[in-house]
């Protein structure tokens, strides 16, 4: 008997393989200008509004940085945002597990009610099961973003530099030359999962990096040039940099040592044999940018207090591949990850 | 140390008082009419668009009649056509145990592609999740429905009976005298789910009646005057008759021998135990219609295939319970029922 494996849902490319196999060719309608085979982070279902949904499952429900509650509410945000498209409403389907602590639980709610009021995203829609399978929490969020004057001026200042067909932030949106932009430290949310569950006592002071990125997306679209976003989460940056170049058919060279990455988190990375390119992240962006406008958006960046905020390499024409110049001088293909290292991971 | 109880997430009154204690005081948000405490099956967006959600975790996950992937369909296009809309788009997003057997998913997503060509809804968005915890398969759909020909038609009818001050059909939307109509027979659902699990080996050839109401609800609305409507789910027929007479602070008679049921699934129901009011229903609709119109409305039911619709009852305010005249002739209140009798049931 064939059966589903962990690595059909990691966010990886097996996990792309199942659903073009057995759940994309089923339901290939079209809205508007995306469909669901275009597996972007949302698709429109009008001009003005962009749709996406998102199931956390996330274990443990509550980690240092956040809980469940905090990427239910901030993955979903995201996944509107990088469309150029500003988070207005959410559902909010709840499956807990009969005996689930109560105070637990609460603090899941207090996450969600902190970041719905930051995001200023309005729960609308619900729904609660209670069961009594081995699931702890799990939590569907689906959003609703809307057309907006950020992206609206994204448009007009990218145009001015070239064509630009789409109407909202694409994934195949990169052209040759442009520049790749990371507004943040990487692998922070991934090794705070893993670090949750290590029974070994490895010592690192490290919280997930989850974070509504709307709040300076909405700034840095007014800079304009922004042609394609992703918040790389399963997966990490290696499956995002190689989604957007395979849509846009471009190739990348990306240097190693401008990725922005704390010192103890590669050590913890390593010493575990996990590639940080791959480890999840959730409260940051991975852009290519005109690049007249590169240094701008990074200055903008800088000033929402994305300290960290770096050009990491460039689109070519020169090959197809991700690329990259590691530290030791050497260039290696980063490929696909086939999926993410870490089971339940949000 | 407080848990979470199966009664939290079971669709009676005990899930109501969870909610409103732990839940809605944080998600107040409204955007249109309707917010997240009036508890309705979908919340406006704007005047032409509502919102919904469900997570569907029904065990087993194929039983006679359809399958967790029928109901994930159907359920949201039902919870968007009870407010008059048009279901129209929809996300998909799975979470699946590790080993789930290939072929049930295959099924199941079968029954998704098939109700969801026959309501002509469109997935646009979706996400899967596979994890290793003992949940088998749990499926969320949210839906969007849109304003329609047949809901104007429905409120310009009724407008000509009676004030309605809603832009949808409102949980709230009953008055006095006006009849009370359920368009088939009731608790078939449930039975199928507990059948499906019983070992004892009890014989009823009976299956889900699963069904897409707005492909009949959108000719009863070109008919008019339905001032609410509700899809009985979990908590039955006795949910949503409470549910509707108090938030339109009616009261109702209801007659035993009108409610259409087959014998017997009310003989099942009566050696278990069961009340078959409080029994889960996936396929049909309780109505309220303005008392000139109800023929019409009946008549328009059957010509659809409805045809065991009937006339159950009607408001009043003489009192403010639902109250049954039984088949022995007596009176009795029925109350809200405080949970449904079967867990996983949708």
Redesign the interface.
């Known amino acids: 008997?064939?059966?589903?494996?962990?690595?059909?849902?990691?966010g990886g490319k097996y996990?792309g393989e199942?659903?073009k196999k057995?759940?994309i060719p089923?339901?290939n309608?079209?809205?508007g200008e995306?469909?669901?085979s275009d597996m972007e982070d949302?698709?429109d279902?009008s001009s003005e509004m962009v749709?996406?949904?998102?199931?956390y499952?996330v274990?443990p429900p509550v980690f240092p940085g956040g809980s469940i509650g905090s990427l239910a509410v901030c993955g979903t945000a995201n996944d509107l945002a990088v469309m150029g498209a500003k988070p207005?409403?959410m559902?909010?389907?709840?499956?807990?597990?009969?005996?689930?602590?109560?105070?637990t639980?609460?603090q899941v709610?207090?996450h969600?009610?902190q970041w719905?009021d930051v995001v200023d995203i309005?729960?609308?829609?619900?729904?609660?099961?209670?069961?009594?399978?081995?699931?702890?929490i799990?939590i569907?969020t689906?959003g609703?973003g809307v057309r907006n004057p950020h992206l609206e001026e994204n448009l007009k200042v990218l145009r001015e530099f070239r064509e630009y067909p789409f109407q909202w932030i694409r994934d195949r949106g990169l052209s040759e030359g442009e520049s790749i932009i990371i507004t943040g430290n990487i692998a922070e949310h991934g090794v705070t999962i893993m670090k949750s569950r290590d029974e070994l006592g490895f010592e690192i002071d490290v919280k997930s990096d989850v974070f509504p990125v709307w709040l300076f997306v909405k700034d840095i679209l007014d800079v304009g040039g922004i042609t394609a976003m992703k918040d790389p989460t399963r997966g990490g940056i290696a499956g995002v940099l190689n989604e957007i170049a395979e849509k846009s058919r471009v190739g990348m060279l990306i240097h190693e040592e401008m990725i922005p990455i704390r010192e103890d988190v590669k050590g913890f990375c390593e010493v575990l044999g996990l590639d940080p390119l791959t480890m999840a992240n959730e409260g940051i962006v991975v852009m290519g940018v005109v690049e007249e406008l590169a240094e701008d958006v990074i200055r903008a960046l800088k000033k929402t207090g994305q300290k960290n905020a770096t050009i990491i390499g460039k689109t070519t024409s020169d090959f197809e591949e991700v690329v990259m110049e590691t530290s030791a001088g050497t260039t290696r293909v980063i490929p696909p990850p086939t999926s993410d290292p870490i089971?339940?991971v949000c």
Chains 1, 2 share one sequence.
Do not use: C, H, W
Not at 1 to 10: L, P
């Open positions: 008997m064939k059966m589903i494996r962990i690595e059909d849902g990691a996990m199942f659903l057995y759940v089923k339901f309608a079209k809205v995306i469909s669901l949302s698709s279902i749709f996406t949904t998102d199931t499952v274990d207005a409403y559902s909010l389907s709840l499956v807990i597990q009969e005996g689930f602590p109560l105070d639980f609460e709610l207090d969600l009610k719905t309005k729960v609308i829609t619900g729904d609660t099961k209670v069961v009594n399978s081995g699931i702890g799990a569907n689906s609703i089971p339940r």
